[in-house]
């Protein structure tokens, strides 16, 4: 395969991608194969750390292939609403999460239908949807309303209001900002295995530094499995949008976005992808503005976002691993 690009002399050699491209060339050229659980095979390392400083409107949104960032975008903000059933996305286009309800449907129902015929009836026929649609208590079911149980007198359990942990982190950050318990969980063990895919960015947790008007808020993203080609150029992204929109909610500075990863790998058939990522240099430096403050951190909209100095090379399609 083809030898990451070496930046020419005058390339910013600091440009925060190049992390990204190492990462992806390290585990290209040094991975342990492995068989998965998708059948089709990795390159894997454990453990690996990216930074990203997000001051002055910064993202990590890579340049060296296409990120739609605004369908990373509705998928953050569905997440916030605790939606689990894909149906909302779909009437907006975005095909994210299409392939896993699809692939129960064809398995449980015995129906050979294609998957765009199977979205199609997802967006016309909301009883079929409702049906069909769901992923289970993924992450934003788990983010906004974790399940609990209270203990009766009687031995029995009944369940109690759910919690949401991004309003409580939102409190926690704004009442007592020096706290180490800023954390937003989606590993749910006791319903993992009601979910569509457990959750791959499984844990956030914040950091504050300063105080006042000088508070930058920064993040810590725990993910225990990450495809690097196609899933990790979404998760930083996300996870940064997250991280901004929060700041802004407690009127703190975007600080540093730390990504840390647990099963770091990309898949064999993605080495066309790779092969042509690793010759490209980054382009630019793309910044994110929030164009309004809303009153709540679920009350933002995609019209809320605007991307400033965005030119990235072209995209590079592969097939997504279910």
Same mark, same amino acid.
């Given at each position: 395969m083809a030898s990451a690009s070496i930046p020419s002399a005058n390339t910013d050699q600091s440009h925060p +991608?190049?992390?990204? #491209?190492?990462?992806?060339?390290?585990?290209?050229?040094?991975?342990?194969?492995?068989v998965d659980r998708t059948g089709i095979g990795t390159r894997s390392i454990a453990g690996a750390m990216l930074r990203f400083d997000l001051a002055d409107g910064a993202m990590p949104?890579? !340049?060296t292939k296409r *990120?739609?960032?605004? !369908?990373?975008?509705?998928?953050?903000l569905?997440?916030?609403t605790g939606e689990t059933n894909i149906r909302p996305l779909v009437l907006q286009g975005v095909k994210i999460w299409n392939e896993w309800p699809h692939a129960r449907y064809v398995q449980q129902s015995g129906d !050979?239908?294609?998957l765009e015929d199977f979205v199609q009836k997802i967006a016309d026929d909301e009883a079929f949807a409702r049906q069909w649609g769901d992923l289970g208590p993924v992450y934003g079911k788990q983010w906004v309303d974790w399940p609990t149980y209270r203990y009766r007198k009687d031995g029995l359990y009944e369940k109690g209001e759910g919690i949401n942990q991004v309003a409580q982190v939102i409190d926690s950050l704004r009442n007592n900002p020096g706290s180490r318990r800023h954390i937003i969980?989606?590993?749910? *063990?006791?319903? #993992?295995?009601?979910?569509? #895919?457990?959750?791959c960015h499984k844990t956030y947790?914040?950091?504050? *530094?300063?105080?006042g008007a000088d508070a930058r808020l920064n993040c810590m993203l725990y993910q225990r499995s990450c495809d690097v080609a196609l899933g990790l150029p979404f998760n930083l992204w996300s996870a940064a949008l997250l991280q901004r929109m929060i700041a802004q909610q407690v009127g703190m500075q975007p600080g540093e976005l730390v990504w840390m990863g647990g099963d770091v790998h990309l898949y064999l058939n993605h080495e066309h992808l790779i092969a042509e990522q690793l !010759?490209? +240099?980054?382009?630019g430096h793309p910044t994110l503005e929030i164009v309004r403050q809303p009153s709540s951190i679920f009350d933002y909209t995609i019209e809320d976002f605007q991307v400033h100095d965005y030119a990235p090379l072209g995209a590079i399609k592969a097939p997504v691993a279910v």
């Open positions: +991608e190049w992390q990204y #491209l190492a990462l992806m060339r390290q585990i290209w050229e040094q991975g342990s194969e492995r949104l890579l !340049t *990120v739609f960032w605004k !369908t990373a975008t509705r998928e953050m569905w997440f916030l !050979t239908i294609t969980e989606g590993w749910n *063990v006791a319903e #993992l295995d009601q979910m569509a #895919l457990p959750p947790q914040f950091h504050v *530094v300063g105080e !010759t490209r +240099e980054p382009q």
